[in-house]
């Protein structure tokens, strides 16, 4: 059999027919699969960080192993708001505030607390209150119960008491008769009306307590917790700014 071609308008005709049935056998493109919610697309990058130099650059900068010349760079920033996230620490913004500096003292002083020897080393439970680095944790022998955690002491003229004490009183649920029955909660005392309790404020501020040792609420829990009448506290040391 002889195939003819076909010529003129019915040419046109089956070239288009033939495209059709390749688009039509062609498989369809697949679909784009949508990002997550929130998660930035895969070209967008991190945003600008723009923080200032801070109070705390040289000792954040010392810290991240960054070149220790007091003044922010992007690269800073960056290193700050890196340890600001994985810290929990915010706003990460990489800014080297008070709040992320005293969360570097904590994460420094995980390793060995007490590497320093300050704290005397006894067989039973010793609260540790290091005034210099403004730090609390449990020891007993060389064991740490309970790691460090960051506390306010007392401010001038209202400085916490250095040397031994021990635990004479316990009240969970205490208020303040000096102080408008502000709230102490996890109040455990230790001499002469001052005590280990939680506080609901930011604990970095007002430039000190009254006397007591301030922990964040849920810190001060804890070490209720684990402590009991007759616990030894050791405190030493200088709170920054009560030197005069």
Not at 75 to 86: G, L, N, S, T, Y
Not at 156 to 185: C, F, I
Not at 212 to 224: H, K, M, S, T
Not at 225 to 239: F, I, P, Q, R, S
Request: glycine share 10%; charged share 20%; net charge negative.
């Amino acid at each position: 059999m002889t195939t003819r071609q076909a010529t003129g308008p019915l040419a046109g005709t089956a070239a288009l027919g033939a495209l059709l049935a390749l688009a039509l056998m062609s498989p369809a493109p697949a679909a784009a699969v949508p990002a997550a919610p929130g998660a930035p697309a895969a070209s967008e990058p991190e945003s600008a960080c723009v923080a200032g130099t801070g109070p705390y650059q040289r000792e954040l900068e010392d810290h991240l192993g960054l070149e220790v010349d007091g003044v922010q760079s992007s690269a800073d920033c960056h290193e700050v708001r890196a340890f600001q996230r994985k810290h929990r620490v915010t706003p990460a913004d990489g800014y080297p505030g008070v709040t992320t500096f005293r969360t570097m003292l904590v994460v420094a002083a995980r390793p060995d607390p007490n590497a320093a020897g300050d704290c005397p080393v006894r067989t039973h439970r010793v609260t540790c209150v290091d005034m210099d680095r403004q730090l609390l944790w449990v020891q007993r022998d060389d064991d740490v119960l309970f790691p460090p955690v960051p506390i306010r002491t007392g401010r001038d003229t209202q400085e916490t008491r250095p040397g031994w004490h021990e635990v004479y009183w316990r009240n969970k649920d205490h208020k303040s008769t000096l102080y408008d029955n502000a709230p102490m909660p996890y109040a455990q005392f230790f001499d002469g009306g001052q005590a280990l309790h939680g506080t609901r404020g930011f604990l970095y501020g007002l430039g000190g307590s009254a006397g007591c040792v301030n922990l964040a609420e849920p810190d001060a829990e804890r070490l209720w917790n684990l402590l009991t009448k007759g616990d030894a506290v050791y405190v030493w040391g200088t709170k920054p700014g009560t030197e005069d």
